[in-house]
C-alpha cells in the first residue's frame, strides 16, 4: 500500500476534493486527519472510512483561527503518533462571500477574507505542523492551487490571485524547509465534480455550464476528486522522494492548449474594426 503507516492531516476534508483525497489515502494505508468546520459530513467521512477498515479522526477548526489550528494539528499529531503529510487543501471562491465578484463590486474586506483562507492559513498549517513533519522519514506538505494560478478567468479575481500566490509559496517554503527534508509540492485541478461546482451546473443551466467547465478538457470529462486524490497522494509517497517545489496540473489537459473566445461568450468579429 502506496502510505501504509503514514499519517496524514488535510485541511477542507469533509466534502468535495478533500474528501476525495481522503478517501484515497485511507484506501493507500494512511491514517487520516479530516480538519473542517462541517462537523456532519466530516463525521460521516469517518465512519466510511472506519467501515472500509481504514483509520480516521475528525476535528473541527477553522483554520482562519489559528489557535485552534495549532490545536488540531498537535491534537492529529498526538492521536496518531506523529505527522508525514500536511495537506493544505482549504480554499474559497469569490462567490461564496460575494454573489457578483468582480473589481467593482469586491472592496478590501473580501480581498483580506479570501486572502486569509487561500494563503495565510496555509503558511499557519505548514508553520505548526513543522516540529513534527522533521521527525519523519518522508514528510512533505502538500498545497492546493488550481488552474486560476496560472491563467484568469471571469468571476475570480481574488481566487485567482491567492491561488497564484500559494504557487509562488509551495516554492518558497520548499526551499526553507529543504534543511528539514520537508518536500512541499502543489496540485491545481481544474474541473472537478465537487458539491459546489454541481451547484453551480444547477444554477446556470447544466448543459450550457458542463460545456464550459469541460470545453477546454482534452481528456472529454469532468474530472473526479479522486482524481486529485490519486495525484496527492503519490507526491505524499516516498515514490516521489526525488519530487520538491514543484507546481503539478491535474485538469485533464485543459492548459495544454489556448481556449476560445467562445468559451466567454465573445465573438472575434467584435476586436475588427
Known amino acids: 500500500m502506496l502510505l501504509q503507516n503514514m499519517k496524514i492531516v488535510i485541511t477542507a476534508a469533509a466534502a468535495g476534493i478533500g474528501a476525495g483525497i481522503a478517501r484515497v489515502a485511507a484506501r493507500d494505508g494512511a491514517a487520516v486527519t479530516i480538519v473542517d468546520i462541517a462537523d456532519e459530513p466530516g463525521n460521516r467521512l469517518v465512519k466510511e472510512i472506519q467501515k472500509a477498515g481504514g483509520e480516521a479522526l475528525y476535528i473541527h477548526c477553522d483554520v482562519t483561527d489559528y489557535a485552534q489550528l495549532e490545536q488540531a494539528?498537535?491534537?492529529?499529531?498526538?492521536?496518531?503518533?506523529?505527522i508525514d503529510t500536511l495537506v493544505n487543501n482549504v480554499g474559497l471562491f469569490d462567490n461564496v462571500i460575494h454573489p457578483a465578484p468582480s473589481?467593482?463590486?469586491?472592496?478590501?474586506?473580501?480581498?483580506r477574507r479570501i486572502l486569509e483562507i487561500n494563503v495565510v492559513s496555509h503558511w499557519m498549517a505548514a508553520k505548526f505542523a513543522t516540529p513534527y513533519l522533521r521527525?519523519?522519514?518522508?514528510a512533505?506538505?502538500?498545497?492546493?492551487?488550481?488552474?486560476?494560478?496560472?491563467?484568469?478567468?471571469?468571476?475570480?479575481?481574488?481566487?485567482g490571485a491567492t491561488k497564484g500566490g500559494v504557487a509562488q509559496l509551495t516554492k518558497h517554503l520548499a526551499v526553507e524547509l529543504a534543511a528539514d527534508r520537508i518536500r512541499v509540492n502543489c496540485y491545481c485541478p481544474g474541473a472537478i465534480r465537487t458539491e459546489g461546482s454541481m451547484r453551480f451546473l444547477e444554477q446556470a443551466g447544466e448543459k450550457?455550464?458542463?460545456?464550459?467547465l469541460t470545453g477546454p478538457n482534452l481528456v472529454p470529462r469532468i474530472g473526479e476528486p479522486e482524481d486529485v486524490?490519486?495525484?496527492?497522494?503519490f507526491l505524499a509517497s516516498?515514490?516521489?522522494s526525488f519530487i520538491?517545489?514543484?507546481?503539478?496540473?491535474?485538469?485533464g489537459g485543459a492548459l495544454a492548449w489556448r481556449g476560445t473566445l467562445d468559451l466567454l461568450g465573445i465573438a472575434p468579429e467584435s476586436f475588427l474594426s
Open 135 to 138: 521527525e519523519s522519514a518522508n
Open 208 to 212: 450550457a455550464f458542463l460545456q464550459t
Open 73 to 82: 494539528i498537535d491534537r492529529s499529531a498526538t492521536h496518531f503518533g506523529g
Open 229 to 233: 486524490g490519486n495525484l496527492v497522494c
Open 244 to 251: 520538491n517545489g514543484v507546481v503539478y496540473l491535474v485538469d
Open 103 to 111: 473589481i467593482k463590486t469586491m472592496d478590501e474586506t473580501h480581498f
Open 140 to 159: 512533505s506538505i502538500l498545497q492546493a492551487g488550481s488552474i486560476a494560478s496560472f491563467l484568469g478567468y471571469p468571476g475570480g479575481p481574488l481566487y
Open 238 to 240: 516516498d515514490r516521489a
